[in-house]
């Protein structure tokens, strides 16, 4: 393979990284067909250059002789079908980078057949959901889902139907919220005294230990994260220290660190203990009340009608038993996603998607309408492929 062959002939790894059956590694180039021929040793004897293309062709990889099947997919292209276990397609594409095939990564691989746009953005992203729910709204997007959004409005700026294009504008800034957290999860951060329950109450929300439970008081001492889904949304569940007033130089870091973390959350589950309701007053002053949610744990330890009723609303909860973990879900998913999306609805997924419409915005909020224009056109233009 001469230099520029090697230069021009490429392979990436085309299903994801993990667990699975198989993995699919694709090649290439105007020497890929040459390249995987000096590799794999069909069964049927046969080039892979003088087989039909998509027909599947079993046989054995040289360097490791590991059974596998091959596919001429287009003329320049070569799909290795191999075991899906790490050190499997970690072999084939070190065996090709040696025999002269540059290597890219997944992204790269994907932009060097498709072009840069939304909808190569939306499905690097849907390849990195954590749920389905929001795997299957990028996939939406994928489908042209926010570029027909983006041109409804466009088309209504150019006609001078102004009223309808910040309607549409102000509807897409409401989804960002959203849309930028399809991949990303919503931070849960649970806060209160110390022994209210808040490790049982992470522990019962995720569905197993995570967090260490103890009856001494400041047993929490750092951040302890548990990623899970409510509503087919990816949430975080962060569990803090306990706040008191302390002299313990290590728990006093614990408690600096848990009014840092009440400050970056999405929600806070401010937890009390349903026989005290001991609501600590050392929460950060400038935390929105909306981002707030007052729960009463160890319901279990009184009578429904001995329970105190606190002024504000609060969800009453068991760790230890499961009472009214489904209604205090229900309402988590309430407060951070609201009330979702409708079905094939465009929304913004990436921060420079949502800084954009905010400049638009802007611009029309100054009477720079060709500002706007070029703006919201921006988002559509189809960026050169990566080399």
Same mark, same amino acid.
């Not at 929490?220 to 803090?240: C, F, K, Q, S």
């Not at 029309?364 to 990566?386: E, H, M, S, W």
């Given at each position: 393979?001469?230099?520029?062959?090697?230069?021009?002939?490429?392979?990436?790894?085309?299903t994801?990284?993990?667990?699975?059956a198989?993995?699919?590694?694709?090649?290439?180039g105007?020497?890929?067909?040459?390249?995987?021929?000096?590799?794999f040793?069909?069964?049927?004897?046969?080039?892979l250059a003088?087989?039909?293309?998509?027909r599947?062709?079993? %046989?054995?990889?040289?360097?490791?002789?590991e059974?596998?099947?091959?596919?001429?997919?287009e003329?320049?292209? $070569?799909? $290795?079908?191999?075991?899906?276990?790490?050190?499997?397609?970690?072999s084939?594409?070190?065996?090709?980078?040696?025999? %002269?095939?540059?290597?890219?990564?997944?992204?790269?691989? *994907?932009?060097r057949?498709?072009?840069?746009?939304?909808?190569?953005?939306a499905?690097?992203?849907?390849?990195?959901?954590?749920?389905?729910?929001?795997?299957?709204?990028?996939?939406?997007?994928?489908?042209?889902?926010?570029?027909? &959004?983006?041109?409804r409005?466009?088309e209504q #700026?150019?006609?001078?139907?102004? !009223?309808?294009?910040?309607?549409?504008?102000?509807?897409?800034?409401?989804r960002?919220?959203?849309?930028?957290? #399809?991949?990303?999860?919503?931070?849960?951060? +649970?806060?209160?005294?110390?022994?209210?329950?808040?490790?049982?109450?992470?522990?019962?929300?995720? %569905?197993y230990h995570?967090?260490?439970v103890?009856h001494?008081?400041?047993? @929490?001492?750092?951040?302890?994260?548990?990623?899970?889904?409510?509503?087919?949304?990816p949430?975080?569940?962060?569990?803090?220290?306990g *706040?008191?007033?302390t002299d313990?130089? *290590?728990?006093?870091?614990?408690?600096?660190?848990?009014?840092a &973390? +009440?400050a970056?959350a999405?929600? /806070? +589950?401010?937890?009390?203990?349903?026989?005290?309701?001991a609501?600590?007053?050392?929460?950060?002053?400038?935390?929105?009340?909306?981002?707030?949610?007052?729960?009463?744990n160890k319901s279990?330890l009184? !009578?429904?009608?001995?329970?105190?009723l606190?002024?504000?609303?609060v $969800?009453? /909860?068991s760790?230890? @038993?499961?009472?009214g #973990?489904?209604?205090?879900?229900?309402?988590?998913?309430?407060r951070?996603?609201?009330?979702?999306?409708?079905?094939?609805?465009?929304?913004?997924?990436?921060? &420079?998607? /949502?800084? !954009?419409?905010?400049t638009?915005?802007?611009a029309?909020?100054?009477?720079? +309408?060709?500002?706007?224009? @070029?703006?919201?056109?921006?988002l559509? /233009?189809?960026q050169?492929?990566?080399e």
């Amino acid at each position: 393979m001469n230099a520029a062959a090697r230069r021009s002939t490429w392979a990436w790894v085309l299903t994801p990284a993990g667990r699975g059956a198989v993995a699919t590694v694709r090649v290439e180039g105007p020497e890929a067909a040459a390249l995987v021929d000096r590799l794999f040793e069909p069964a049927s004897q046969v080039a892979l250059a003088e087989q039909p293309a998509d027909r599947i062709v079993f %046989g054995r990889w040289s360097t490791t002789g590991e059974d596998l099947v091959v596919c001429r997919r287009e003329p320049e292209a $070569i799909e $290795i079908h191999c075991h899906g276990g790490s050190a499997a397609v970690a072999s084939i594409i070190a065996t090709l980078a040696e025999h %002269g095939c540059a290597t890219l990564d997944w992204r790269a691989g *994907l932009a060097r057949n498709m072009p840069r746009s939304l909808e190569t953005q939306a499905l690097e992203l849907a390849c990195q959901a954590r749920t389905q729910r929001t795997a299957s709204i990028l996939l939406e997007q994928q489908s042209g889902a926010l570029r027909r &959004e983006l041109q409804r409005i466009i088309e209504q #700026l150019a006609s001078g139907e102004a !009223a309808a294009a910040h309607t549409g504008l102000n509807v897409l800034l409401a989804r960002g919220r959203l849309g930028l957290h #399809l991949v990303e999860p919503f931070r849960i951060a +649970l806060a209160g005294p110390v022994n209210v329950g808040k490790s049982s109450l992470l522990n019962a929300l995720v %569905g197993y230990h995570r967090a260490i439970v103890s009856h001494e008081p400041g047993t @929490t001492r750092d951040i302890v994260t548990a990623t899970t889904a409510i509503g087919g949304w990816p949430i975080e569940l962060r569990d803090t220290a306990g *706040l008191r007033e302390t002299d313990e130089t *290590l728990e006093c870091e614990g408690i600096r660190r848990a009014r840092a &973390e +009440l400050a970056d959350a999405d929600l /806070v +589950l401010l937890v009390s203990d349903a026989s005290v309701l001991a609501i600590a007053p050392m929460l950060p002053a400038d935390l929105p009340e909306d981002h707030i949610l007052s729960v009463v744990n160890k319901s279990d330890l009184l !009578a429904s009608d001995q329970l105190p009723l606190p002024a504000e609303p609060v $969800i009453r /909860v068991s760790a230890r @038993t499961g009472e009214g #973990l489904d209604r205090l879900l229900d309402e988590i998913e309430g407060r951070v996603v609201g009330e979702g999306l409708p079905p094939g609805a465009g929304l913004p997924f990436m921060p &420079e998607h /949502v800084a !954009a419409l905010r400049t638009t915005t802007e611009a029309l909020a100054t009477g720079d +309408l060709a500002r706007a224009l @070029t703006t919201l056109n921006g988002l559509l /233009v189809v960026q050169p492929a990566a080399e």
